[in-house]
T-cell receptor, first 114, second 110 residues
Framework: IAGITQAPTSQILAAGRRMTLRCTQD?????MYWYRQDLGLGLRLIHY???????GKGEVPDGYSVSRANTDDFPLTLASAVPSQTSVYFC?????????????FGNGTRLTVT | SQQGEEDPQALSIQEGENATMNCSYK?????LQWYRQNSGRGLVHLIL?????REKHSGRLRVTLDTSKKSSSLLITASRAADTASYFC??????????FGAGTILRVKS
């Protein structure tokens, strides 16, 4: 089934540890996004990529890095996790740039930093 | 800061009633989109309205957009228990970034 796959589904991580959240899509979408969702704050954009080889900063990029080596994969890395990064992380993608196409979302990664 | 803000934060209605959710935003947009999220799942796209459109329908959904007031509304008619979810508006502006509001939690009682 076409879509976005995120892994892991959930993770408990000790503060200071490094963690990479994986995101893979099989729809050949150009644009990919990482959001975090916190209660009462909705979704906030962390980083995005308009096409393979390019990335950009969103609303809350500090403490996170991304790479886009190919069209399908868009991993999110926490270099040294802190408790404030406890959140649910969603990866999303869409096909067109500036054309107003909808986002397709994965089912999220629930991360707890202790 | 977030672009879109929904109100109310939470809404509880009886099955069969209509549900209206509002979204306000701050800057100019190319289009505005509404999404639905069931508990523990990713968001699902419902409807998109472009900046040159004023109203759009899709099944039991009706969306309006007033760019002079920088606001949009989502109306769900004849609500069902299965409509219980969180609903988010998202604005699509320059730079290809969709910015989401904090959402409205809708509960439809059967």
């Amino acid at each position: 089934i076409a879509g976005i796959t995120q892994a892991p589904t959930s993770q408990i991580l000790a503060a200071g540890r490094r963690m990479t959240l994986r995101c893979t899509q099989d729809m050949r979408h150009n644009a990919m996004y990482w959001y975090r969702q916190d209660l009462g704050l909705g979704l906030r954009l962390i980083h995005y990529s308009n096409t393979a080889g390019t990335t950009g900063k969103g609303e809350v990029p500090d403490g996170y890095s991304v790479s886009r080596a190919n069209t399908d994969d868009f991993p999110l890395t926490l270099a040294s996790a802190v408790p404030s990064q406890t959140s649910v992380y969603f990866c999303a993608s869409r096909s067109e740039l500036g054309g107003g196409s909808p986002l397709h979302f994965g089912n999220g990664t629930r991360l707890t930093v202790t | 800061s977030q672009q879109g803000e929904e109100d109310p934060q939470a809404l509880s209605i009886q099955e069969g009633e209509n549900a209206t959710m509002n979204c306000s935003y701050k800057t100019s947009i190319n289009n505005l989109q509404w999404y639905r999220q069931n508990s523990g799942r990713g968001l699902v796209h419902l409807i998109l309205i472009r900046s040159n459109e004023r109203e759009k329908h899709s099944g039991r959904l009706r969306v309006t957009l007033d760019t002079s007031k920088k606001s949009s509304s989502l109306l769900i008619t004849a609500s069902r228990a299965a409509d219980t979810a969180s609903y988010f508006c998202a604005t699509d502006s320059e730079g290809n970034k969709l910015v989401f509001g904090a959402g409205t939690i809708l509960r439809v009682k059967s």
